[in-house]
């Protein structure tokens, strides 16, 4: 069975080709396109722009994987509906559906989050690999730009949500505290790499602690805008980016970690699952490591952390296995926040 998969949810194009057989899969393409160029000089991500890029790439990337496959030969399209921007997955879903329409095949509508979550089986590598056999249930936290979403999973399918953020995402605020500190988007990978320079740290406030699953970065975002402006009044900022990025990043870990033990404590589950492009973090996997040397702990391959089409066609694969069905090109409809 070969499945397409496409990812338009945000700013990255993907198109990714796999072909699977029971509990095999192999990765045949996986053509990718950042547009993180184009939405610099904005400071984050423009979503008319995104979809603009969506359009422009969508049908470069197909080009690619056609000259070496015959795309007739494809079962499914697998498509990520949302969460995202909506112009962005308005483009993708234009995409989609005149493809499906071409080529005569079924839709697969996959959900942003939960192939982040699926993309933690799939290792980077282009021969067969076997899908073992994975123990439920499983704790699963999402952390992206747009999203920091605590599940349990009862199977591949069934979750239930136990927190989330009521304000900015984890990774968003990073992306706007880099800005603040004039370093370039996305800000997440500019923070990890800062942050190894830096030789003390500054206590900043983790809100919501004490409030269930749901986390709240709004506030510490608000704090460490202030303290910049605090230590802007007295020197040159550039001294001390290092060392504002550790702490940053540092305690936003720690309330993840925080919120993880806690579920820990209250659900008895098999293991837990880290997806999302703030996964792709060494600071956070090693400090998840450490809290948890017990646990069976799955992360994605760093380059699947963030946004691609072969975590949306392992997503695909896993519906489809999971007795999901297809469904025409005129039933698939996007939605733009998590449900
Ligand atoms: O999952 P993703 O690609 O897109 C969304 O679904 O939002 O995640 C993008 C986010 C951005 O906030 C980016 O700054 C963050 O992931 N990110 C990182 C790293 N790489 C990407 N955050 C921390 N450390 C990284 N190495
Ligand atoms: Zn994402």
Not at 302 to 325: H, M, R
Request: proline share 5%.
């Amino acid at each position: 069975m070969f499945i397409l998969g496409i990812e338009t949810t945000c700013d990255e194009t993907g198109i990714a080709l796999i072909e699977a057989k029971e509990n095999k899969v192999r990765i045949l393409k996986n053509e990718l396109r950042s547009q993180y160029k184009v939405h610099r000089e904005y400071g984050g991500v423009v979503p008319i722009l995104a979809a603009r890029e969506h359009k422009k790439n969508l049908p470069l990337l197909l080009k690619n994987i056609e000259k070496d496959f015959y795309l007739r030969k494809i079962d499914f399209l697998a498509f990520s509906v949302g969460p995202g921007l909506l112009p962005a997955l308005v483009s993708g879903k234009e995409f989609v559906q005149d493809l499906a329409k071409k080529l005569n095949k079924k839709i697969i509508p996959v959900d942003h989050l939960m192939a982040h979550f699926y993309s933690v089986f799939i290792k980077d590598k282009s021969d067969w690999q076997e899908i073992t056999e994975i123990n439920f249930p499983l704790l699963v936290l999402i952390v992206s730009g747009g999203h920091t979403n605590l599940y349990i999973f009862k199977n591949f399918i069934e979750k239930r949500k136990l927190g989330e953020t009521l304000d900015d995402a984890a990774g968003e605020v990073l992306d706007k505290c880099a800005r603040y500190m004039g370093l370039p988007y996305p800000g997440g990978p500019e923070i990890e790499k800062l942050s190894k320079k830096a030789k003390s740290y500054f206590p900043l406030p983790k809100p919501m602690l004490q409030k269930g699953y749901h986390f709240s970065f709004s506030g510490l975002k608000t704090a460490f805008i202030e303290l910049v402006d605090e230590i802007k009044k007295y020197k040159k900022i550039d001294e001390e980016i290092p060392n504002l990025c550790f702490s940053l990043q540092k305690t936003i870990f720690e309330i993840l970690i925080y919120k993880l033990k806690r579920a820990m404590e209250d659900f008895d589950t098999k293991g837990i699952a880290l997806g999302g492009g703030v996964v792709a973090n060494q600071t956070l996997r090693n400090m998840v490591k450490k809290h948890f040397p017990k646990e069976k702990i799955y992360f994605p391959e760093k380059k699947f952390s963030t946004d691609n089409g072969l975590n949306i066609a392992i997503g695909g694969y896993f519906l489809i296995k999971n007795n999901v069905q297809p469904l025409n090109y005129n039933k698939i409809e996007v939605y733009p926040r998590s449900t």
